[in-house]
């Protein structure tokens, strides 16, 4: 996932569709990305997980509950996860957390590779890109 935060606007349309899809209500604080207003909402800073090719939270995991699947994404099993929280703790940008239901991990799995975010995103703030794509 590419995001550009020159384009975003701190709308929040992102986190409504992603917490949507995730809890089937809109609740941002529980949709599995996140919109940082830096310099008194000067600019919008849109994070997300960045899918890490040596994923600290996957290393960090005790029972090896979060594997990297066929397309790529890192995703967590629910049924392995133990909840520790260890995956939380190390992902260095703070995109793993823990359900407040189900006490398991949990972090963007890119719906599977069809983000519904970058779908919603009017602004066009979020790109999904495949590694080797990136135009500068």
């Known amino acids: 996932m590419h995001t550009h935060f020159d384009k975003c606007t701190g709308c929040s349309i992102c986190q409504l569709a992603c917490s949507m899809d995730l809890i089937k209500g809109y609740n941002p604080r529980r949709s599995r ?54 995956c939380v703790q190390y992902c260095p940008i703070g995109m793993a957390a823990l359900d407040p239901d189900t006490q398991k991990a949990v972090k963007c799995e890119l719906c599977q590779g069809n983000p519904l975010c970058v779908e919603a995103c009017p602004a066009g703030a979020l790109e999904l890109i495949y590694k080797g794509e990136i135009n500068a």
């Not at 800073?45 to 960090?60: D, G, R, S, T």
Request: aromatic share 4%.
């Open 33 to 86: 990305l996140l919109i940082q207003l830096k310099n008194e909402n000067l600019y919008h800073l849109p994070v997300v997980c960045n899918q890490c090719e040596n994923a600290y939270c996957m290393n960090a995991c005790p029972v090896k509950a979060i594997q990297r699947n066929d397309d790529g994404i890192v995703c967590i099993d629910p049924d392995e996860c133990i909840g520790c929280g260890l």
